[in-house]
């Protein structure tokens, strides 16, 4: 059987063609990868007033909690996870059009945070699906933030294993 096309020369192309395709660049390697545009911003500042930026450190948005939680929603197996965070977003910017007669991003930051606070009410016993998602915000903004390296190291000051020269214990009851 005379073939002068051997594997070897198979192979050699297949690389070439992975090679290629592996350099085509994404449509917009910005762009959310769940949420629309308008709703990935509202997520930003949602987090970003959840934990903001102060003296002590950098917040949520400097720590790119939104795009985490953005990967984290895209990858979710479980339609339910998607579908509460869109109605989530979408509660935020009716609550804001009630409150302040705009979108939640339009609004001043005094309003936005009114409407924040408004969500937060029954924070330990939700009543609304709209206090429901608020639990859901906080909860993920604060897990994500604080297992950033920002959140970890430069707000809570998190050294890692070091050795102590000593133990010096803690108080009980005070």
Known sequence: MDSSFTRRDLLRGATGFAFVTLQLSAADPGAPLFFTRDEFQ????????????????????????????????????????????????????????????????????????????????????????????????KQTTAATYYSTSLGIHQEMNYKGNVLLREFVGYSVGS
């Open 42 to 137: 509202l997520l930003d500042a949602l987090t970003d007033l959840i934990i903001p930026t102060d003296e002590h450190s950098p917040g949520a948005h400097e720590a790119l909690v939104a795009p985490y939680i953005d990967r984290s929603v895209a990858e979710a197996f479980d339609p339910g996870a998607k579908t509460s965070w869109r109605k989530g977003l979408a509660y935020v910017n009716d609550l804001s059009r009630e409150k302040n007669g705009k979108p939640f991003l339009e609004a001043s930051k005094p309003q936005q945070i009114a409407v924040v606070t408004e969500m937060a009410k029954n924070e330990f016993a939700p009543k609304t699906d709209g206090e429901k998602f608020f639990g859901q915000l």
